[in-house]
């Protein structure tokens, strides 16, 4: 299985991955990024850090299973870093080439995938309140525009946390939630009722 968070920046996805790994025993999938390394940040943990030319190699040998550019730098999923009971942030699109690829497997990945949904008012005090710059707040918040209109009917499930109503504690619980009623509706369809 591989769980999937979607959600725009400062969604609390990072949170979520990091608790989810803890709590459930699950390993972390990492991406990979031509952007420098930021304050805190580690090397084959937060991200695969390349080079230009290193990632440019890859994309052209097809290791990629997506590529993103945001703000002049590129992000994608390796195929080789997928494996068995894992969690992964992804965007929209990157979740979509994520299930076609999964598609083409011989022994395709369970991939549930959950969005986290938070108010852009909110995520923006959260960004700056965290210490981001207010021009890559403001940056940051421009991206996301657009880009998850209708996720909600491509996700498996939805976290509505408003305000951050919820705490990361309480997200995780809907997460296991989320995975309970999942393998109920396999097992159902197992079973053929």
Request: glycine share 6%.
């Amino acid at each position: 299985m591989i769980i999937v968070l979607v959600g725009a920046s400062g969604s609390g996805k990072s949170t979520l991955e990091k608790l989810i790994c803890k709590e459930f025993d699950m390993n972390k999938i990492i991406s990979s990024t031509t952007r420098p390394m930021r304050k805190n940040e580690v090397n084959n943990v937060d991200y695969h850090f390349y080079d230009e030319d290193t990632f440019n190699k890859k994309l052209l040998n097809n290791e990629f299973i997506e590529r993103a550019v945001y703000n002049g730098w590129s992000y994608g999923l390796e195929k080789d870093s997928l494996k068995d009971n894992s969690v992964v942030v992804l965007t929209p699109s990157g979740l979509r080439k994520l299930i076609k690829y999964n598609k083409t497997l011989e022994n395709p990945f369970e991939i549930v995938s959950f969005y986290i949904n938070v108010d852009q008012r909110s995520r923006l005090i959260k960004l700056l309140q965290r210490g981001d710059a207010i021009v890559e707040c403001y940056r940051r918040s421009l991206s996301d525009v657009g880009q998850f209109d209708d996720v909600e009917e491509e996700t498996d499930y939805v976290i509505k946390n408003y305000e951050y109503r919820f705490t990361p504690e309480q997200m995780l619980k809907h997460v296991e939630d989320g995975l309970s009623a999942y393998h109920e509706h396999i097992v159902g369809k197992i079973l053929g009722e």
